[in-house]
């Protein structure tokens, strides 16, 4: 299934060209293929890395951390399981040294007190990683694109316990990420014969990859970008975010770390659902109220978030749920569909700690279809935004799309199309 909305021009050269990046011998993988344009991959929810170091004004939840048996030094804080699997005394530690702590006075998230935190290795894909074998990065597509790491091919990590937020807001590490992310593209392009890069998001990655774009200026996004390649996000958030967060109502004891959800990220607020996109439809259901995604601030109170957090809701997070635009730069999003995606959330007795009974629709398992083909308004019917492709891929779950190898095939041959394509 594939829908192509605007033009594309591929002339016998680039089908040539396609053909030999396709056979491109055994063994070739560490050499950049010369006349690509140069990739930069922005990974999905928690593949980044975060290194964590403690000062004295860090105050232990139990005995077994601190900077006493901690030490100065940084360490691996996410994703460290090996870490936890030595010694399962961590995890409380883990836990509450990846908080965000809301700072009033600087109305802005930042690390717990006593913590300082920091993305390891921006700039390359290397450190893109789970411990967690099930659980996937984008990083596989160089494997098959002719794409070498530090010559055509970088990563673009951020800290996703943070996320971008309203224009005029403090956002110190989206801005950070701005200001990394920036330069980085710059010498990428210069780096490869001054040809603009292809930004490649998987998953929440478009969060970032959209806000940025969004803030850089038109004249600077036609120099230095070519392409925008969106995998698995649509135009809002999906319903299923909203189990996720009223699973987490009540305080249990971490069984695991960092999972999306977690109430004091400020990334947890960030992917509800618009009513751009959901209009008045039912999404969680109860027998005394509806909430449609015009009332997330209400969803928000009912299962637990204080009226300050909802105020911050408002404030940072809702004017970009609901203000998804065109890139207007070439832009190519694929999505899985075929795998049983959440719609609708009944908790008919309003209680939300209770299993609810879930109403399934067309997705991938995580992004439902319905702020998939949303795209093909809020982008592909945008008069500035030349090239809008959207492509579906039948049977193909949210991290099978950068795992599977027949969907890691389209993904590619897709890259390499943008790659080619005369999109002007
Ligand atoms: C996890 O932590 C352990 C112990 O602190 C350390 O030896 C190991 O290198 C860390 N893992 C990673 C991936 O950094
Ligand atoms: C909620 O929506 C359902 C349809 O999904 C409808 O049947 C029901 O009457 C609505 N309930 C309320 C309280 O509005
Ligand atoms: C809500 O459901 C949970 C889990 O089933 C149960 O323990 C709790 O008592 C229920 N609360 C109310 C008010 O019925
Ligand atoms: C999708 O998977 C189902 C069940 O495995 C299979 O019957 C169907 O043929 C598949 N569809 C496509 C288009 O691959």
């Not at 943070?162 to 210069?190: D, T």
């Not at 392409?227 to 189990?243: D, E, K, N, T, Y």
């Not at 439809?281 to 209400?298: D, G, Q």
């Not at 795998?339 to 067309?362: A, H, L």
Request: proline share 7%.
């Amino acid at each position: 299934m594939e829908s192509r909305k605007q033009r594309l021009i591929i002339t016998p050269l680039v089908l040539l060209l396609l053909a030999s990046l396709f056979f491109a011998p055994a063994g070739a993988h560490d050499e950049a293929t010369p006349g690509l344009h140069p990739v930069i991959l922005l990974p999905g929810y928690s593949c980044s890395q975060l290194d964590a170091r403690l000062t004295d004004e860090y105050e232990p939840p139990t005995p077994a951390c601190g900077v006493a048996k901690q030490g100065r030094g940084w360490f691996r804080l996410w994703e460290n399981y090996t870490a936890l699997q030595v010694d399962p005394t961590l995890l409380p530690c883990f836990h509450d040294q990846l908080r965000l702590v809301y700072d009033r006075a600087a109305g802005d998230y930042r690390d717990a007190p006593g913590v300082e935190t920091r993305v390891v290795s921006f700039g390359t894909t290397r450190s893109f990683r789970f411990d967690d074998p099930t659980l996937k990065c984008i990083r596989e597509v160089h494997r098959r694109a002719e794409l070498a790491e530090g010559t055509n091919l970088f990563g673009a990590q951020y800290d996703f316990r943070y996320a971008p937020a309203a224009p005029g807001v403090a956002a110190w590490s989206f801005a950070g990420f701005r200001a990394s992310l920036k330069p980085l593209v710059e010498r990428a392009s210069e780096t490869n014969g001054d040809k603009p890069v292809i930004l490649v998001s998987h998953s929440f990655g478009a969060f970032y990859a959209t806000q940025f774009i969004d803030r850089s200026p038109l004249p600077w996004r036609t120099r230095y970008l070519k392409h925008f390649v969106m995998l698995c996000a649509g135009g809002s958030g999906s319903p299923g975010i909203m189990q996720v967060l009223a699973s987490t109502m009540g305080t249990s004891p971490p069984t695991r770390l960092a999972m999306f959800g977690d109430r004091s990220f400020e990334s947890a607020l960030s992917t509800f659902p618009s009513p751009e996109v959901y209009g008045d439809t039912p999404l969680v259901v109860t027998r005394a109220k509806n909430y449609t995604a015009e009332n997330i601030p209400e969803f928000l109170a009912t299962v637990g978030f204080s009226d300050e957090e909802v105020e911050r809701y408002r404030r940072r997070a809702m004017p970009l749920t609901r203000s998804f635009k065109a890139p207007i730069v070439a832009m190519t999003s694929i999505n899985g569909v075929g795998v049983p995606t959440v719609d609708k959330i009944v908790y008919w007795d309003g209680n939300f700690t209770e299993k609810p009974q879930v109403v399934n629709g067309d997705g991938d398992g995580a992004i439902n279809l319905k702020t998939v083909l949303a795209l093909e308004k809020l982008v592909g019917d945008d008069p500035d935004q030349r090239y809008f492709k959207s492509v579906l891929v039948p049977n193909t779950t949210h991290s099978g799309m950068i795992s599977d190898v027949s969907a890691l095939r389209i993904v590619v041959s897709e890259i390499l199309e943008a790659n080619l394509a005369t999109s002007g």
